[in-house]
């Protein structure tokens, strides 16, 4: 079998072979990854939901309780809420980039792993993903939405979508290399312009596919099971479309920096990076 750089090129035990990796592959592996890896990676979310869900609680009973009335108790219980609903919603989904972050590694070595391990491994990791998000989103949204904000016409605004799309793309693989490598925002932006360079239409072609049936199935479970569906949603469907953003970065990793040596060679026990 043919060999590159003392490295095997067929097919190895995790979700994917350790070799640049064809679109195929990549997403051949994030759906070969939901059966293997799903259950630790939906419970260590949950776990972490879970938690973030009891502080949204208890800081919007604290802001009840110090007010002064019943009335206007009910008033701040309602505008504490929904700001901590929204930050809830913002930790869902920089935890699920950070769970897959640390999922990489044990997923294209075929490691088992558990729900607290990944939890315990992803949590310190998650502020610096949801900065990299945060930013990247900023970056690439923040000037049309500030025009439309200002009272700019729609057909003013359509000039920017196709910069937003480059800069949305450029830096899609900022929270994994935030994740992964433990690099602060900025330094992950950088990153991932670096990794993405040469490959950005291949870098649209792989992760557009995993957001749009992401979108898909999350408007399913809503039409079909109502607030059921869509908490199950929350739970179940925040990681996938960073499975293939994941995976990418690993093939880029592969092609340019030697990662399918480091890791046929790490020494370090099984479990997350």
């Known amino acids: 079998m043919a060999m590159q750089h003392g490295v095997r090129r067929g097919p190895g035990p995790g979700v994917v072979p350790l070799r640049p990796l064809g679109t195929s592959d990549i997403l051949g592996g994030a759906l070969a990854a939901l059966p293997r890896y799903g259950g630790p990676l939906c419970g260590a979310l949950l776990l972490g939901q879970l938690m973030?869900?009891?502080?949204?609680?208890?800081?919007?009973?604290?802001?009840?309780?110090?007010?002064?009335?019943?009335?206007?108790?009910?008033?701040v219980f309602v505008w504490t809420l929904f700001p901590a609903a929204a930050l809830f919603l913002l930790f869902t989904c920089a935890l699920a980039t950070a769970l897959i972050a640390v999922l990489l590694r044990p997923a294209v070595l075929g490691r088992p792993v558990t729900a607290p391990g990944l939890l315990r491994a992803a949590l310190p990791r998650t502020p610096?993903?949801?900065?990299?998000?945060?930013?990247?989103?900023?970056?690439?949204?923040?000037?049309?939405?500030?025009?439309?904000?200002?009272?700019?016409?729609?057909?003013?605004?359509?000039?920017?979508?196709?910069?937003?799309?480059?800069?949305?793309v450029r830096y899609a693989l900022a929270p994994t290399a935030a994740g992964y490598e433990g690099l602060g925002p900025v330094t992950a932006l950088r990153r991932s312009a670096r990794l993405v360079r040469g490959a950005w239409w291949r870098t649209l072609a792989v992760t557009a596919p995993a957001v749009v049936f992401t979108g898909a199935a999350g408007w399913a479970l809503l039409q079909w099971f109502g607030l059921p569906g869509a908490l199950a949603a929350l739970v179940l469907l925040p990681a996938f479309p960073q499975l293939p953003a994941g995976l990418l970065y690993v093939d880029r990793r592969i092609r340019h920096e030697h990662l399918a040596e480091a890791l046929a060679t790490d020494p370090r026990p099984a479990g997350p990076a």
Request: zero cysteines; aromatic letters at 2%; proline letters at 11%.
């Open 52 to 75: 973030a869900g009891l502080l949204v609680i208890a800081a919007a009973g604290a802001a009840t309780l110090a007010s002064l009335s019943p009335a206007s108790g009910s008033r």
């Open 128 to 168: 610096a993903v949801l900065g990299a998000q945060l930013l990247a989103l900023l970056t690439g949204a923040g000037p049309p939405a500030a025009l439309l904000a200002l009272g700019a016409p729609a057909p003013a605004v359509l000039p920017l979508l196709p910069v937003a799309l480059w800069l949305g």
